[in-house]
């Protein structure tokens, strides 16, 4: 199954360009792992979807030390069809996806009580897309319910759900949510925005 | 049919305050049409669906005449269940959505061909999700087939379609696909990057 992130890192300083130059760098444990490519707007990653929301909180917090007001703006998505299926992809755990919901709602918030704090705080902001047929309106639900218990929940804004907290189980939130809701095999697709240092944080 | 979207300018300069500050005048005509509402991660515009794109571009291009790298980034929806149906977000025109399929083509190329230049050089990459059912891949095929004769296709990249031309037709080129495809009644969600003056434009 494909999965991978076109991701961008704005940071709104003068010194942008050596500022995301040595986040990149947070990328490097990674890259073994990844397809990595780069244009104008934003990077490609390729790769195992267990790994896409560590390697983008790791840069983003790598990012964010400079002190700096910085965003990190991505669209994450699995099983696109059309997509090769890229061997790249495997997933490195078997599927997680295909246990009863009750039982998956449990591990995503064992996986967020889990997480590694990270001493950045971040507050995040994200839409879930499942796409085309067999999903149903129950898994939804059900990642709400997730949320809702996960320890980062901020609020439900029009058209997303908004996170605050420290970025270790804010990204791991993202990730539960993006990999143990929807068909197993579907296609899932998931915009997400997040912020440090911002001066009009409330 | 409740529409809007959750905006955010990202100015990679230490004067972004001043320049999103300076930018938001740019929504003044729009301004009695919309509900506005800003936290520290987004602006919410609620309104006419053939006014979103009209108003972001200004407000784009209005922080990108700073001359810094600027990057507008916006989730934009229509139809989204579990929305209030808002008087506010009633289309100004009729339903420019339920003409067959190869007339809609043929009205979103018009559209764009009108669109006045503004002068501002910008690339852009959007995914549209058409949600829930009562959606065709013919409609999506269809889009890409505007999209591929719009004057401003760039070129297909995983998970999204870029576009690079002038402000005025690339934003009338985005709210084509927005309002044209999809069920007209349906849910559409399209995330969106619009990106100027970057040091790494090619």
Redesign the interface.
Known sequence: M?S???I?L?????D??AIILGAIKALEPYRANFRIET????T?L?GPPEQLFPAMRDLFVAAAASGK?C?L?A?V?RG?PG?PDDPICTPISASIADSPLEERIRQARESVDGAALSGQAV???F?L?P?GAGHHMDEIYGCIDFLKSSGVFDRS????T?LRGDAGPVFATLSEAFLRFGAPQGHV?L?M?V?AN?????
């Not at 244009?39 to 934003?42: A, G, H, L, N, W």
């Open positions: 494909f991978g992130a076109q961008s704005y940071p709104m300083s003068d942008f360009v244009d104008d707007i934003s490609l390729v007001h965003v703006s669209t998505s696109c997509e507050a995040a902001q839409s897309y796409l804004k029009n058209f997303c908004k697709a915009d925005t912020s911002s001066p009009s944080a409330v």
